[in-house]
Nanobody
Framework: QVQLVESGGGSVQAGGSLRLSCRAS????????MAWFRQVPGKEREGVAV????????VYADSVKGRFTISQDNAKTTVYLQMNSLKSEDTAMYYC???????????????????WGQGTQVTVSS
């Protein structure tokens, strides 16, 4: 059974930084891709960034390009999201997601992911 556990959320002032972590357990090999999504109450969940675990390629949403960095550890069991220059509009619940295999769809599509973490809250005050 796969488990994803996020940590690192919290409250920060605008312009500050936070680092989120997502630890994967329950399977020997890393997934095809791992991503961070975020959701604000009343709005749809949106993709923030994805990392393809075999080659380390990354893709970012336009809203976070240049400010956020997704990375993985050498063991490929933990994925990080370094968030710099935070803005109030970054306030959301952040979720880690794992795609075990490639379904051929867009990384932004929630349905491409097979496992989800419980979420960690990020609050940015202006």
């Amino acid at each position: 059974q796969v488990q994803l556990v996020e940590s690192g959320g919290g409250s920060v002032q605008a312009g500050g930084s936070l680092r989120l972590s997502c630890r994967a357990s329950g399977y020997a090999a890393m997934s095809f891709a791992m991503a961070w999504f975020r959701q604000v109450p009343g709005k749809e969940r949106e993709g923030v960034a994805v990392i393809y675990t075999n080659n380390g390629n990354t893709v970012y949403a336009d809203s976070v390009k240049g400010r956020f960095t997704i990375s993985q550890d050498n063991a490929k069991t933990t994925v990080y999201l370094q968030m710099n220059s935070l803005k109030s509009e970054d306030t959301a619940m952040y979720y880690c997601a794992s795609a075990v295999y490639d379904d051929g769809g867009s990384w932004l599509d929630e349905n491409e992911y097979h496992y989800w973490g419980q979420g960690t809250q990020v609050t940015v005050s202006s």
